[in-house]
């Protein structure tokens, strides 16, 4: 399984992200305890990789190719 280096991201991004996602960290928090709290969250998402597959194939079925 590959992982992702979150502290290769910069800050405005992990900004971003904690935003979107409504993370909640202290307010002057360093990049580094950003990168953990954007890493801890995107690894607790789970993802169903048979829903779009089966819509891709579904897709190709009825554009017959």
Known sequence: MQT???TKLDMATLKRYKRH???KTRQNVTKTEL???VAKHFA???VD???PA???MATRT????
Do not use: I
């Not at 009825?62 to 190719?65: A, P």
């Open 35 to 37: 990168a953990l709290a």
């Open 62 to 65: 009825r554009l017959g190719r």
């Open 44 to 46: 607790s998402q789970h």
């Open 4 to 6: 992702v280096d979150f």
């Open 21 to 23: 996602y409504r993370l």
């Open 54 to 56: 089966a819509a891709r």
């Open 49 to 51: 990789e048979v829903r």
